[in-house]
């Protein structure tokens, strides 16, 4: 199938990617011309396991194309995905509709045969009939189906989740529509729930399943703390929790609060969305200002450790929001750094991935150091905030040797509590 899509960010590009693989002719547009202009050459804009090969693959046999000109990449194609960010509004926090308006706008001239447009952008309920609308005022003789196919893709694993999908959900109503998208996602209706609803009903299905997930970390985050004042193990409880199927063993791992381009932004959004219907959406409102509280207690917790601040070196190893991926887009990381300069607290901070990004959020507030090994060069305090695999590799009898004070603050759990003790190391992890 020819297919386009309008964004080539972190859906936009795994997307586009994962369709030329399974035999598509795809082409990914983007507004951001150096972006096209990378791309085009070869240069991978993003960081996800196992992308860049999928990518130079498709590049190459021509199943993947990348422009700037809409007209070029929209022409052709048989279905219009969009996948333009839907950030939240500086003041208000609901989802921000300029790009999504803009595009459609833009759009609506080259819709002049049968198309499918559908919206993979996470978008208030409601979207899918305001952008169509758009579009018809703008162009009165277009011919399209409006669907809404929410993505549901875990950063860090976007490959994986392309290809191994929990399920694809399709709100449409056009018979003509659903045969389009039913070929779309061929490959996949033998090993995947394929759910159609009303478009609705699947734009607030996207909305549910996030605010449901962060509700989840906010509530295991809680349950941390609890178990840190009453003498419980967060992680044996997590454990006896997750056997419960009712309650599942996923998402129940503390951490230094959610983070990233989704959960932060669409609670804000859902939460917006109940105050409109006036609906109180008690559950997220707490999640959303749990998770915000939880930084500060953070920056108080790395800083009570800590006895002479204003000449305290501190390590953090993590800059992404999570492991497997170079966003730092709302980290918690981030957010807490920025608190800790506040009290000019001095940092150096090593990220596999994430370096480049968190430059760009963090100039030259920090230091940033080239390995694990010396960004805790003659530290005061090691702090671990992504789950990264190479942090659990931690030598601990190099890191004693080369910290000033042998303290470790571990946000993830990620290190084996008795062995760090063992080596004379002092240690804390999350809700133990
Ligand atoms: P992103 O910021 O990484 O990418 C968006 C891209 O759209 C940018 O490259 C931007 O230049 C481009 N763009 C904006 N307006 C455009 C236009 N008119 N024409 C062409 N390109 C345009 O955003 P993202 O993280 O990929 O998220 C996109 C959407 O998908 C959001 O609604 C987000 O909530 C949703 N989503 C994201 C994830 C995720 O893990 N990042 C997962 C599920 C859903």
Known sequence: MNI?????????????????????????????????????????????????????????????????????????????????????????????????????????????????????????????????????????????????????????????????????????????????????????????????????????????????????????????????????????VAKGMGLDTRIGNRFLNPGPGYGGSCFPKDTLAMAYMGRQYNIDLSLINAAIKGNDDRKDKIANKIKLEVKDIKNANIAILGLAFKNGTDDCRESPAIDIVNKLLSDNLNIKAYDPKAMDLAKVLLGDKIKYSNNMYDCIKDVDLLVIFTEWDEFKELDLEQASKLMRNKNILDFRNLLDKDRVLKSGVKYKGVGR
């Not at 399974?22 to 011309?33: Q, S």
């Not at 860049?52 to 590049?59: E, G, R, Y």
């Not at 700037?68 to 960010?85: C, F, P």
């Open 4 to 236: 386009a899509i309008i964004g080539t960010g972190y859906v936009g590009l795994p997307t586009g990617v994962g369709f030329a693989e399974l035999g598509n002719n795809v082409t990914c547009i983007d507004i951001d011309e150096n972006k096209i202009k990378s791309l085009k050459e070869g240069n991978i804009t993003l960081y996800e396991d196992g992308l860049l090969d999928l990518f130079l693959k498709n590049t190459k046999n021509g199943n993947l194309n990348f422009t700037s000109s809409l007209e070029d990449g929209v022409k052709n194609a048989e279905i219009v995905i969009i996948a333009v960010g839907t950030p939240p509004h500086p003041v208000t926090k609901e989802a921000d509709m300029k790009y999504i308006h803009a595009a459609a706008k833009d759009l609506a001239k080259y819709l002049n045969n049968y198309k499918v447009v559908a919206i993979k952008s996470t978008v208030p309920v409601g979207t899918g009939d305001e952008v169509e609308n758009i579009i018809r005022q703008e162009n009165p003789n277009s011919d399209f189906d409006m669907v809404s196919l929410p993505e549901f893709l875990r950063e860090g694993f976007a490959v994986y989740d392309f290809f191994n999908p929990d399920r694809i959900v399709v709100g449409t109503n056009s018979i003509k529509a659903r045969e389009v998208i039913s070929r779309l996602y061929a490959d996949f209706k033998d090993k995947t729930n394929i759910l159609y609803t009303n478009r609705r009903s699947s734009e607030t299905i996207k909305y549910a399943s996030n605010s449901f997930l962060a509700m989840k970390i906010h509530f295991i985050n809680e349950m941390a703390d609890f178990c840190e004042q009453s003498g419980a193990d967060i992680l044996e």
